[in-house]
Every structure is written in C-alpha cells, then in structure tokens.
C-alpha cells in the first residue's frame, strides 16, 4: 500500500506522517534503545545483539535518507531542513512567545532530526571501527590496529553519552511543543494525523507550511534501497573475510600442542611477552610447582616458538591487554592486571567448576584460544549450577 499524502485532511484529522516516517520512527527507538542497554550494560552475553542492533540502525538511517528524498511532503530534507539564520529567528520568535506552528517539523524539530541521525552515522561507523579493532572483527578488521580501535572506542562511548543527552533534549522539546500547541505530538507519530485546531496557542503565528503537497516515489526509493543493499552487503561480507591485521593465521605447532597440552590447556603464545615465556622456559624444573623439564632440543624449539609468537608480534585485545607482566608475579599470566580486569565479572565458581578446571584451562570457554584471538563471539562458559 502506498503511503498517504502529506497534507490530506479527513475527519480523523490531517495526515502529515506517512507510513514509513512512524515505522522509521519507532524502529529507530526500539533499535538504539536495544543498542544502548546492551552496549552500556551487556557483557559478551549480548556481544552479537549490540552488533544486530547497530546494523539495523545503519540500514533504517540508510533507507530515511533515501525517503527524505523521495518520500511524501513532510518526509522530505527541504521540508524541514532550515538555514542557520531562519532556525536562529524561529528560537528568537519561540522565546518571545510568538513563534508560528508548523504542520511538519518546526526548524528547531528539524536540526534535531539532522543532528541526531548525524550522531548515529557517526556511532555506526566508528563501532564498525572499534569493533574491527579491538575485536579483529567485521569489514574494519584488515585495516584497523588494536590501538586504533581502542582510541575510536572511546569516541563511540563519548558519542553514546552525547545520545542520551540529545534523546533527553528531543523528548523535552516534543512535550513542551505538545503543551505549546495543544497538539499531542506522540500521537501524531503514531496515527499519522494531526487534528484542526479552531484556535492557536496563545501568542502564537499562524500555522505554516514551507512545501506544497508532494506525491510519495515509492517505487524509485524501493529501488535505490535493493541496488544499495545489492552493492553493499556483499562488500561488507567480503572485506569481512579478508585477513585481519595483526593476527597471522599458523596453527599452533604440534610439538607445543602435545607438550604444553599434556597438563592443561595450551596457552597461547600472545598472552605473554617473549620475556616472560623464557623466564616459564627457564624454570621448567619447577614450573609452579611442578616439574616439567624436557629434553633440550625440544625445550628449545618450544622457548622459540614462544618468543617468535609471543605478544609483541601479536595485536589481538588479548596480545595488548596481558603484555604486561605484573611485578609480583611476573610468570602468571592471570595475575596480569589485564587478566583480572578481562574476568573480573566471573564468579570464582565458574574457575572452581569441573568443567572448567581452573583459570589456566582458557580452552573450556573460548571456544577460539588456541587460534589466538579470544573474541566474545566465540566465550562459551560451560552450564553449570553456580551459587
């Protein structure tokens, strides 16, 4: 069915927001909310639904852009979209108490809009950055160092907070709006109407409209969102599949697999720096209480896989976060502080299960430790009853 025109006056009220616009705009809600919680309050439980969450974002941001060109009267940039000057005299004329209502958006409705679909072009990319960073996943992940990543974090962060103070500004501005004009603006977005008013707010301008009734083009924006979505996915999961930065892609070699592996799981060599695997290598006779000694050769092919693999050549999250030794305890990696920080939301229960068998046994619930790369995609903590 094809969206109503913009302007069309019934009993029910005049039509001003067509279909798309309120699905749009209750998507948009719905996504950025989920968006938000699992980003400021999720764990890696919630890892893929944060990133289900910003890419339905980026294609609703991507299909309003596209009806903002061909949609219906009201949905279009030009009708909303104001010069700085003429915002600047509606805020002038809105404090003075005489600014005029606006069938669509007022100009100050309108660089709300602007800006918030700005702020979350900006959040979209730089979470496909930071994720392709820190998490050596997604299309950035060939192109994106761990520390580049991690810097465009805390942009995508800063941008988070920026959000919720713009949602608060939009949300006080459309109440205010809604008490100024007696016109219950929530409701419009979610009927479409808005209804005649037999009288304006007190003090207030005629009510305006900047465009003339303006026939939806479907069709043509139908069109635009296949071709887009034609080129861009297979793009994206292309660039996805190709080899990330700072990861190699060697499997583990067989003589480290066999020896290390016999007592527990195989660490991999990027949870240390070289000097620390040669200190581990060089107190194999009493190797955290144990003796673990092996015969030359072999000790030293294994000290110089550690070395050639360790976590100076490596730039996964893991590799920059353990790289540091603690001072104490300069041969445990779970006492680095990035270790404690990385698990300290895990109940010690979990470290005490049989499934688990302690903390050195990474392999029981990273489903990718021996590849080196530790993604939250791939953290799966063995079920269990855990006090």
């Known amino acids: ?5 913009a302007t069309e006056t019934t009993a029910a009220g005049r039509i001003v927001w067509d279909r798309f616009v309120r699905l749009f705009h209750w998507l948009l809600v719905a996504s950025v909310a989920g968006a938000l919680l699992t980003g400021f309050f999720g764990g890696y439980a919630t890892y893929l639904l944060h990133i289900g969450f910003g890419c339905v974002v980026a294609a609703l941001i991507v299909l309003r852009v596209i009806w903002g060109f061909t949609g219906t009267t009201h949905a279009r940039f030009r009708d909303f979209v104001e010069t700085p000057w003429a915002i600047a005299r509606y805020a002038g004329r809105l404090l003075r108490g005489g600014a005029p209502t606006h069938i669509g958006h007022n100009p100050l409705g309108g660089l709300m809009i602007i800006g918030l679909l700005s702020v979350l072009v900006a959040m979209v990319g730089t979470g496909v950055a930071a994720l392709g960073g ?16 991690a810097a465009i974090a805390g942009v995508h962060r800063l941008l988070a907070f920026s959000l919720l103070a713009m949602i608060a500004l939009h949300v006080t501005g459309v109440l205010l709006e809604s008490w100024r004009t007696r016109e219950n603006l929530v409701r419009s977005m979610i009927t479409g109407r808005k209804w005649k008013r037999p ?23 139908a069109a635009i969102s296949f071709g887009l ?8 999961v292309a660039a996805s599949r190709w080899p990330v930065l700072g990861v190699p892609v060697a499997p583990l070699d067989a003589v480290l697999v066999k020896e290390c592996g016999s007592c527990h799981s195989v660490h991999h060599p990027s949870l240390a720096p070289a000097s620390t695997w040669r200190s581990v290598m060089a107190g194999l006779a ?50 680095t502080e990035g270790w404690i920080g990385i698990h300290r939301g895990v109940p010690a229960a ?4 049989k499934s688990v068998a302690g903390k050195v046994n990474c392999g029981n619930c990273h489903g990718d430790a021996e590849a080196g790369i530790f993604s939250r995609r791939a953290i799966n903590i063995p079920m269990e009853k855990f006090p």
Not at 1 to 5: G, K, Q, S, T
Not at 231 to 236: N, Q, S
Not at 350 to 353: K, R
């Open 350 to 353: 979990v470290f005490a299960s």
């Open 199 to 221: 009288e304006r707010a007190a003090g207030s301008a005629p009510e305006t409209t900047r465009a003339a009734t303006t026939v939806a083009r479907p069709t043509l924006a």
């Open 286 to 335: 009493n190797h955290f209480g144990e003796t673990a000694t092996l015969s030359s050769d072999v000790e030293r092919r294994i000290t110089q896989l550690l070395a050639e693999n360790a976590a100076e050549s490596w730039d996964t999250a893991a590799a920059n976060l353990l790289r540091r030794p603690n001072p104490s305890e300069p041969l445990r990696i779970t006492a």
């Open 1 to 5: 069915m094809l969206p109503e025109r």
């Open 134 to 149: 820190t998490a050596k996943d997604g299309p950035l992940a060939s192109a994106t160092s761990y520390a580049t990543g």
């Open 229 to 236: 979505a034609a080129l861009t996915i297979p793009a994206v």
